[in-house]
């Protein structure tokens, strides 16, 4: 019996990953090591959706593999690559393309807030986007995919797709587990709490996991609330209910009994404890950080090991789904003589 497998990404964009990603992803990543035998990436080739610069990029993911391993990622029980490292993803993205509809890709809300934005002058690869996720996905044959709640039509759509490949050409993949949700599954902006914080759009609504510990507590101190005093998560305080969220997946205690620890005390306090332990949280990430920083050899040798074990499993699912959809694989070369 094989442990469960799991997967997931994050892109290298931003200035680095905020407290959301942290939240919603990363920390269960972190804390899914030992019963799982788990795959995380960073998925470069997403990432060229933002048209980043080139020097930038590469920069980023360097950077980035160094953050995950600081936020608790540990590649001795995990395998860790990045994702344009192996072909086979863009490859069965493509196959897998083919069995996916116009109408179907068309309804990603992510690709139609992209729309939106960009006044429909967005790329075909923002169109194409949920179907390479679903590629990475399917190639690792995952049975669980740890995720925010922003990704979970697109992992809607992995299920769609492999049971349509499935149907079609036969058991091939492995039915992803639909996505659960969990607390910290969407962590608000601090400034605008009616959207998700983002990597994209930073600001002072964003907590980067690397910011000092003054601007993160500047931050917080300065979100968005609502006239009034009571420290109470309903609907008509969106950015009180935030921070009550942000306290509670941190420090582990209920909401309630959170809003019954400030009851009276206004909100002067209560940002002064969310600050204070999201600074607390995060110091050992900062530190770790900069000591993997100064490494670049680690980083290269845990990419290279990451990439052989991905590639491992990639080739295995490559070479049946060739065989399933009808490639005719290559002769092999002739000896000479
Ligand atoms: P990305 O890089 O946007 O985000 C990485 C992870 O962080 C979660 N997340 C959040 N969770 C809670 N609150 C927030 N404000 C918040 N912001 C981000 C995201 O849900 C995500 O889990 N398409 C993916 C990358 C990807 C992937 C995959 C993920 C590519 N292939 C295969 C899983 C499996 C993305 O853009 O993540």
Known sequence: MRRPRVLSGIRPTGQGFQLGNYL?????????????????????LHALTANPQPEQLRARTRESVAELL??????????????????????????????TGFGE????????????????????????????QAADILMYQADAVPIGEDQRQHLELTR?????????????????????????????????????????????????VLDEPAVVTKKIRSAVTDTGREVRATGDKPGITNLLTILSVVTGDGVGELE?????????????????EVVELFAPVRERYAELM???????????????????VADRTMTEVRERVGLL???????AG
Not at 24 to 44: I, K, R, S, T, Y
Not at 166 to 195: C, M, W
Request: include cysteine.
């Open 24 to 44: 919603g992803a990363v920390q269960h990543w972190a804390a899914m090591q030992d019963d799982n035998e788990c795959f995380f990436f960073l998925a470069d």
């Open 70 to 99: 600081a936020m608790g990622v540990d590649p001795s029980r995990s395998t860790v690559f990045v994702q344009s490292h192996l072909p086979q993803h863009p490859e069965l993205g493509w196959i897998l393309s083919c069995l």
């Open 329 to 335: 694989p290559p002769a092999p070369a002739r000896q």
């Open 260 to 276: 019954g620890r400030y009851e009276g005390r206004g909100y002067g306090d209560f940002k002064a404890d969310v600050a204070a």
């Open 294 to 312: 100064a490494d670049p050899g680690h980083l290269d040798s845990v990419l290279a090991q990451g990439a052989a074990s991905a590639r491992v």
């Open 160 to 208: 769609d797709l492999a049971q349509r490949f499935n149907h079609r050409y036969g058991d091939t993949f492995v039915l992803p587990a639909p996505y659960a949700g969990r607390a910290g599954e969407r962590i608000k902006d601090l400034q605008d709490p009616s959207r998700k914080m983002s990597k994209s759009i930073g600001g002072n609504g964003t907590v980067w």
């Open 105 to 132: 890709a068309s309804r990603m809300t992510q690709f139609k807030d992209s729309q939106q934005r960009d006044k429909g002058e967005g790329s075909v690869g923002l169109f194409t986007y949920p179907v390479l």
